[in-house]
């Protein structure tokens, strides 16, 4: 049976823990994030949080149902951290290049919390704000319904895949993440052209490239495809 929640009203009444801090979501989630990036995924554990914020890991549950709902929240936490400060400019592709670079490096910055929550649908207030405000860009673009839920659709799922895929890299220990980053200088780069001809001649390129995230490339070509069905 999933725990209840107490309401917000109540839990203001709480007592402060024994070092002084008054409990709130808000305090929770920060200090979840700040254990996913000393400890990774394992880490995140309610006696864990309980210690580091000074009370019995019971008293989490005031505030949220589980660990999975704390989850939920943390992504929810990243998204808002991304639209803080966006303002629409009444330019589209501006304004949609802008949330989705915001959204990826909000995700990478907590990489641990990424991999745990880019793939999740929290239905929470900061997700349903990035909703609103990229179906509203496009509407207002003038955009028909029917092609503005396609152009939001890939728009969201890129933007969530690339933050998946860019945090698992620097989630990984460090030796294995310049392990896998030296390949294309230690292996590609050594493939002679008479049994890999297109690999050798793309050798310096891929070496280069290959080590950075190509999110803003594929970002650019989504909204160069969505702008060839722009209203004119």
Request: hydrophobic letters at 45%; aromatic letters at 6%.
């Amino acid at each position: 049976m999933p725990k209840r929640v107490v309401p917000e009203e109540r839990r203001r009444r709480r007592r402060p823990t024994k070092s002084g801090r008054v409990l709130s979501g808000t305090l929770i989630v920060e200090t979840a994030l700040r254990l996913l990036h000393e400890h990774g995924s394992a880490g995140l554990t309610a006696r864990r949080l309980g210690l580091a914020l000074d009370c019995d890991p019971s008293t989490l549950y005031r505030y949220f149902r589980g660990m999975d709902e704390l989850t939920l929240a943390i992504g929810d936490a990243l998204i808002g951290r991304a639209l803080r400060g966006w303002r629409p400019t009444g330019q589209w592709r501006d304004d949609l290049r802008a949330i989705g670079l915001r959204i990826h490096a909000a995700y990478l910055s907590h990489p641990q919390a990424a991999v745990l929550t880019a793939s999740r649908v929290s239905g929470r207030a900061n997700e349903l704000a990035a909703d609103e405000a990229v179906l509203g860009v496009l509407r207002g673009a003038g955009f028909p319904l029917p092609e503005t839920v396609r152009v939001y659709h890939a728009f969201i799922d890129t933007t969530l895949a690339f933050a998946a895929l860019d945090a698992a890299s620097l989630a990984l220990p460090d030796a294995a993440r310049r392990a896998d980053e030296d390949m294309w200088r230690s292996t590609y780069a050594r493939l002679p052209a008479a049994t890999h001809p297109r690999i050798a001649e793309a050798a310096p390129l891929l070496a280069t490239r290959m080590v950075t995230s190509a999110y803003p490339t594929a970002l650019d070509m989504l909204l160069s495809s969505a702008e060839s069905h722009a209203p004119r």
